[in-house]
């Protein structure tokens, strides 16, 4: 298990939420959305121009650059 970094991008607000490369994009989404307060449903999370998996890990959702930095921009 490794440490990683996702990136949210919201009307041009950054902000960093630290994770595991085995936890779910769900719940990273989720951390994201409390540290905001919004709700998960009123968002649509994109990656590489695509909607986010949330079933799917860090670690299988991230391509393989951002592997390597252990970070990914939603």
């Known amino acids: ?15 960093k939420i630290q994770c595991s490369t085995d936890d ?6 989720q951390k994201y959305t409390n540290k905001i307060g919004r ?3 009123s968002l649509i999370f994109l990656y590489g121009g695509s909607n986010l998996n ?9 391509n393989i650059l951002d ?4 970070e990914m921009c939603v």
Do not use: P, T
């Open 54 to 62: 949330f079933e799917s890990s860090f670690k299988y959702q991230a």
């Open 1 to 15: 298990m490794s440490n990683a970094n996702v990136s949210f991008d919201l009307e041009g607000r950054i902000v």
């Open 39 to 41: 709700n998960l449903n």
């Open 67 to 70: 592997k390597e930095r252990n």
């Open 24 to 29: 779910k994009m769900k719940d990273i989404c």
